[in-house]
């Protein structure tokens, strides 16, 4: 069945630091893993997505790294801000849906 | 940039009452979806739909729970008779068609609150 694992639960870094955070998935014939952010008591905001013909895809601070093989994908900000404090999720495709992990709070301290 | 829009924002129900949540999906747009997401936990999937018919859904979309499409824009969600336990946030989403079918845009949500 479909089940997306993703760590750590919280993280707290501080302003600058980078912060990563991985997810591993079971269906081997997922192509599609895109990565989400909700800021408190808003909608989850899709930042980035990756495809499984890619093994790494960045977009300024924010950057998603994909292993087939391993069946696990990472999202990576750079010199965070406190304003990427947030939940994170990661989700991957399955049939018609998006499966997401149980989310990650991301904590800048400035 | 467009929107998926949703409302109530905000619905206080009694148990046992019907509750209809509505969305307006982005307008080119062909698939639709409901998700669940249960104060501090995360977002689980409802039910997709398509082609004007249900194309998966989930375990918690039970004969409570229906979807219509009722007019070419908006798409709802029907819990027949509310349970406390579904107390949460419903979010509506939509997504295009090619390479981006499952590119899921989110609206706002409606906050259910079961009394």
């Known amino acids: 069945g479909e089940n997306v694992e993703q760590h750590p639960s919280t993280l707290s870094v501080q302003e600058g630091d980078s912060a990563v955070i991985k997810c591993t998935y079971s269906?081997?014939?997922?192509?599609?893993f895109p990565w989400y952010k909700q800021e408190l008591g808003k909608r989850p905001q899709l930042i980035i997505d990756?495809?499984?013909?890619?093994g790494e895809k960045k977009d300024q601070r924010i950057a998603v790294t994909l292993n087939k093989t391993a069946k696990h994908f990472s999202l990576h900000i750079t010199e965070t801000q406190p304003e990427d404090s947030a939940v994170y999720f990661c989700a991957e495709e399955y049939g018609n849906k998006l499966v997401f992990g149980a989310g990650t709070i991301l904590r800048v301290k400035s | 940039e467009p929107e998926v829009t949703q409302t109530p924002s905000h619905q206080v129900t009694q148990m046992g009452q019907e509750v209809i949540l509505r969305c307006v999906p982005i307008?080119?747009?062909?698939?639709f979806y409901w998700y669940r997401q249960i104060l501090g936990q995360k977002v689980e999937f409802l039910v997709s739909f398509y082609n004007n018919e249900i194309s998966e859904k989930s375990e918690i979309f039970d004969d409570q729970f229906s979807v219509e499409r009722p007019d070419g824009s908006n798409f709802t969600l029907k819990i027949r008779s509310t349970k406390l336990e579904d107390s949460a946030m419903y979010f509506c989403?939509?997504?295009?068609?090619?390479?981006?079918?499952?590119?899921?845009?989110f609206g706002a949500g409606s906050r259910l609150t079961v009394l």
């Open positions: 989403a939509s997504s295009g068609t090619g390479i981006g079918a499952n590119v899921l845009t």
């Open positions: 990756i495809r499984s013909n890619v």
């Open positions: 269906d081997s014939a997922s192509n599609y």
């Open positions: 307008s080119n747009h062909l698939y």
